[in-house]
Structure formats: C-alpha cells, structure tokens
C-alpha cells in the first residue's frame, strides 16, 4: 500500500503541465540527438545545465532523464534505416536491423524496437519504485567509511567494465579525482592548485569540463573524420503492427534483454551500452541457428532495445539511492541536483519525495510518449540525416558557448571549455575513455569529504575502514575485481568482449 501511494504521489507531481511540456521536451531532444550522430546524451545535458537553473528540481530532472532515454530509442531508428547508429548503444541494433530493412520489414523492425523499449522501460520503472526504497533504507545505515568504500568500489567497477587498458582507465579516473580537488578545501580554507586565478577558488565548472570533454572533444572528432556515408532506407514502411507468430518470437528476447538490462544498468559503469551488447550475445548463443545472427534476425533486435532502454533508467538507481552515479549521465544529473541545493543520496526519498517518486513516475509517462512520438515522425528524422555535418557543427558551437557563458556570465570557463575540448580529442585519440575521468572529477570531493569526516572520527585510525564490516566488504569487492580482471586469462577474454 505504501508503494502505491508513493506512485499516486508521483504521477500528481509527473502530470501537472509544466512536468508534462519538460518531460515532451527532454523526449523530443533524446530522440533528436539519439538520431543527429556526433551529438550525444552527455554532451547536449551539459548544454542545457544551465537552462536547469531556472527549472524547479523535479522538473529539470525529469527532463535531464527523458534526453538519456529518449536517446535510446532515436539511435534505434537511424540504425535500422540508415545503418547508422546515432547512439553507442545502437551499434547492435544496426547489425540486424539495417538487414531487416533491407528485405522490406523495416516497420516491423521499427515496431519491434519500440515495443521492447516500451516494455523494458515499465518494468524497469517498476524496478526502480519497488528497489529503491529497500536500497535508500539500507544506505541510511551507512556512515562516512562506508560511503568512502562505496565509491571506492564505484570508480574500480567503472574501470573494470571501461573498454581498452587498465592503466589508461586508472590513470583517467587519478585525473578526476584531481581536477575535482581544485579550489577552497572546505575544512582549512587554504586553496589547492588554483594557479592564482580567483575563478577556481569554487573548483573547475563539471558544465565546462562536460561541454568540453563529450561537446568540442566529440566536434574535433567528426570534423576530422568527415562526414560518413549515410544510405537511407527510402522505400515506404509497411506492417508496422507485428503478427502473433512475430510477437511470440520477441516476446522471450524482450523478456531476457529486460532482465539483462535491469541488472547491469545498477552496476557502476554498466548503463545502456554493456546492456544491449550482453542482451545480444546472450541471444545468438541460445539461438537454435546463430547464423541468423548478422543476417536480419528479430532477436537482434528485439533483445538489444530492451536492454539498453531498461538499462538506461536503471542507471539511475545508485545516483538517487546511495548517491553513486554509476554514469557520465548519471554523474550530470548529480551535478544538476547539487547545484540546486540537492545532496543525492537516500535523504533524496525521505526529505524530497515529491522530486524522488515524480521522477520516478515521469519515466513511464516518457516511454509513453517515446511510442506515440517516434513512429510518426519517421520521416523527418531520416530527413535530418542529410544534413551536413559541417552545417550542424557551428550550431552545436554556439550553443556550447553560450550554455557555459550563461553559467557565471565569465569569459574564463568558456577558456576552461576550449581547454578541456583540446583533452577530450587527446582522450579519444589515446584510446583514453573520457567516462572514468567525470566520474572521478564528480565523487573526488565526496571520497575527499568523507575519507577526511572518518579519519576524524576514527582520530586517525585508518583501521576504522577494516574494522566496520559494510565498508570492509565493499573494499575487499573492489580489490577482488582488481585482482580478478588482472589475471591474464580473464582480462584476455575481457579484452576481447569488448572489441567485439
């Protein structure tokens, strides 16, 4: 009973107008953005901070969320018309979908996606509302070791399931925690690494070094690499509604990817993009024929957009229960919600349960209107995929400035943009996962706070982590997962799940 009135709370908060306008909104630009590729989640949620400022809590965030999951579903329809996967996560869905179009079943790929999308994004809002108050009431036995232990095991899982070496995704996440330390130490007052500019002494702007890293670093990219070959689906779509023998052959993969979905998106790191790639490899080796695979089978489909639609919402488990973003999205919102006076963490449900349980709700809502609004509108996003790259970029520009501008009204974090957009193409050209160094950046001041609150308390015993139990198992899972990817068999078939 209390969990349905939990949910009458939510969907009152979810369905006044202005939640309604926001929740469309961040919709509509998730499915653009998922179509438009070059321009990502990440990237265009650090545009819009600012424009949060001016937002209530609840409403910014609703809209923060329906751009991540709504780029979900426009990255599944470039990839299955186009062959071009607006999202990472989408990758798998062009490997069946494309070939579906081709042999003229391009609606019933179409339908399928979103059917699976719409379905795992229920259960996983069930999931969230059915978890999350266990979670946030186990999170409020935790004390300062545990939330250091915590994040500890947060930034190693996130370097075990990040592409690519070891070393480079340590020496990414060292790099965080490092820009996140810049500015006024809360407990001396003496100012750390601030070069003598008085601009840093509130630390590094997360909306700077966000439109920088994943805005100009992703530009510089693209421009390099020119524009792609893109050769559109254009013969008219039929047999959008699937039959009873198609619904019957998705019905056991959207169950599995939702699953599969589910689970990995709570995992630090996991998210959308290691959903849809586990949710597909589970397929093809429980499939009576494999070779299907590749050639235009539903299951490619089918399991792929569940998993990345379940594992995109419940991402956001860890961010509003423990106060853990397990995701560059994620680690955004967070910084969204501590700019508003907001610390996340389990405080969240018992002190903001309008905000808490609205979110909540908004995401069905979402999904919702994700169904109503992809399939019609078809045509326009194949449209807007001959748009030139060139055209797109300086817009993309402007917007970047003029987001971080507005931010404090200085000149000197668009320099602090430029900057870290000059690393960010540096990151991708070593093969150095931007992804790691955000997170890092957002919890270095949270570990720094809570390791410095329980030395004190522990008058400089740092036993004290060892001598707790929840916190010593967490840092004994953390050098577990350390030492376990460390062995070369496993990291040699790590290494190669990843590439493929």
């Known amino acids: 009973m209390e969990l349905l009135a939990n949910l009458s709370l939510g969907f009152s908060e979810a369905i006044t107008p202005i939640n309604l306008f926001y929740c469309f909104l961040g919709c509509f630009l998730g499915t653009l953005i998922g179509v438009l590729p070059g321009l990502g989640p990440p990237a265009t949620i650090a545009m819009l901070l600012p424009m949060t400022f001016t937002l209530e809590p ?35 869905t062009a490997l069946d979908g494309y070939q579906m179009a081709r042999k003229g079943k391009a609606g019933l790929a179409l339908s399928t996606a979103a059917l699976g999308s719409f379905f795992a994004g229920t259960v996983a809002t069930i999931v969230i509302a059915a978890v999350s108050p266990l979670l946030a009431a186990a999170a409020l036995q935790f004390h300062a070791p545990e939330y250091f232990a915590l994040m500890v095991l947060g930034l190693i899982a996130s370097v075990v399931l990040a592409q690519g070496s070891l070393i480079k995704a340590l020496a990414m996440i060292l790099f965080g925690l490092i820009v996140g330390v810049v500015g006024t130490d809360i407990t001396t007052g003496a100012t750390r690494m601030t070069l003598g500019r008085p601009e840093l002494l509130d630390g590094v702007s997360i909306v700077a070094v966000a439109m920088g890293v994943f805005g100009l670093g992703e530009i510089m990219q693209n421009l390099l690499h020119g524009d792609e070959e893109r050769t559109a689906y254009r013969a008219q779509l039929r047999g959008l509604l699937p039959s009873r023998a198609d619904l019957r052959r998705i019905s056991g993969p959207v169950l599995r990817g939702t699953g599969i979905g589910t689970l990995l998106g709570i995992l630090p790191g996991g998210g959308a993009l290691l959903s849809s790639f586990t949710a597909y490899a589970v397929e093809k080796k429980l499939a009576d024929d494999p070779h299907r695979f590749g050639k235009g089978a539903i299951e490619g489909v089918a399991a792929p957009e569940a998993a990345n639609n379940a594992g995109a919402q419940t991402s956001l488990i860890p961010l509003l229960t423990l106060g853990l973003p397990s ?34 709700a908004s995401m069905w809502i979402g999904n919702f209107m994700l169904v109503l609004l992809n399939l019609p509108l078809i045509g326009l996003w194949v449209k807007l995929l001959t748009i030139p790259y060139k055209l797109l970029f300086p817009a993309i520009l402007v917007f970047c400035a003029i987001g971080v501008f507005s931010l404090n009204f200085s000149s000197f974090d668009i320099w602090v943009m430029v900057l870290f957009g000059g690393l960010g193409y540096l990151f991708r050209r070593l093969d150095c996962e931007p992804a790691p160094f955000l997170l890092g950046m957002v919890l270095g001041p949270m570990m720094e706070e809570n390791l410095r609150r329980a030395m004190l308390l522990s008058r400089g015993d740092p036993l004290v982590f060892l001598e707790r139990p929840i916190s010593a198992a967490l840092l004994t899972m953390a050098a577990l997962a350390i030492l376990f990817v460390c062995l070369p068999e496993i990291r040699r078939k790590r290494d190669e799940a990843l590439q493929e």
């Open 58 to 92: 609840t409403t910014s965030l609703i809209m923060l969320a329906g751009i991540y999951y709504g780029a979900q579903y426009g990255g599944s329809t470039t990839a299955i018309l186009v062959n071009l996967p607006g999202e990472s996560s989408s990758v798998v």
């Open 327 to 360: 995701n560059v999205i994620a680690a955004l919102m967070a910084g969204a919600m501590i700019i508003q006076g907001i610390q996340p963490g389990p405080d969240v449900m018992t002190l903001q349960p309008a905000l808490f349980w609205g979110l909540v």
